[in-house]
């Protein structure tokens, strides 16, 4: 009976042993399921921003609807050494050298908190997953994006979503490249750098395209019809009057402002700088000349050009996106005491400049 005892008690006593190897061994393949290797990184390359002219703090620039990322492959490949046992892996993402804004930024029914990137004014959010999961909110802090157990070499993939958010005034440049993400695997060993990455490429950042106008009223006829000679009250007073407009259409801005100036040029007096129009070659009328008003402004005459800073030109308006008129009004002004009654013809052309 004795010898029974012992033998039962070494059999227990084995057990427990045997038990306890097998723990120790779990555990220490738990901390070490396998080696991955990250892949190339994912990289954003965004095409040149457009900022519009009334961009508000808070608001996405570039794509309303974000930028979508995805690893189009792995993101890191992995080989457990330890077959057939299979270990919990997690992956996980984490904002990395962008600070928080203490912003936040909605969408896709998240609410988003933003960080900066290395350009004043510009923030961004981050969304993303495993390809098989839905997108989750990425902090700083880190997000687990899956959990799963592995036993055999696999890839781990990554989709996501960005969105440039404003954070305050924001000047056209360049955004340099950065890397914005850290993509890590639990209970492996990650060889050389340590871990995946999102990054940003270099990004341009254009001000706000200016429209461009096509002129829709290419020529204008403005007839005085007939004007009798006591209208007239002696040298410089004016009679007759007819009004007409030149109509530009703008189009294709993103809420930058043109600048419109104008040159009017004599035809029949190309070099004439002063703001009475020559009468032509075939009139026969003497004492009288013609003159043009936009609004207040009598029009002097200039060069055929549209050169920066052309004798007599002047800025007729700043404009974005619509209909842009110049009002012209034409007059007879007397410039002899005595006035010859027949026809008093002119010709005049404009020239636009845009800037």
Known sequence: MNGIRQFMFRLIQIGVCLSIGAFAMDAQAHFNAGVCTPQAPVTL????ITLPNNLQVGEAIGYPSGYDFASNGFVMQCRYTDWPLSHPVSANLSVVNSPATGMTFNANGLTLPVYATSYPGVGFVMMAGDPSQYLKVITHTGVTLLDIKHNKPNGWGLQGRVYLVATGPITSGTIPGNTVARYVLTNVNIESPGAASVNFADTVILPPQKPTCRVSTPS?????????SRD???VGSSAG???RSITLDCAGGTGGILDVWITVTDQT???NRSNQLSLTRNSDARGVALQLLSGDRLVSYGPDSSGVGNPNQWQVASTGNGTLTIPLTARYVQTAS?????SANGLASFTLSYR
């Open 338 to 342: 005595t006035i010859k009654p027949g």
């Open 241 to 243: 009057s007819v009004s």
């Open 220 to 228: 204008l006829a403005m007839p005085l019809g007939q004007v009798p």
């Open 45 to 48: 390359s965004f095409p040149p």
């Open 232 to 234: 007239f009250k002696g």
């Open 269 to 271: 007096e190309p070099g």
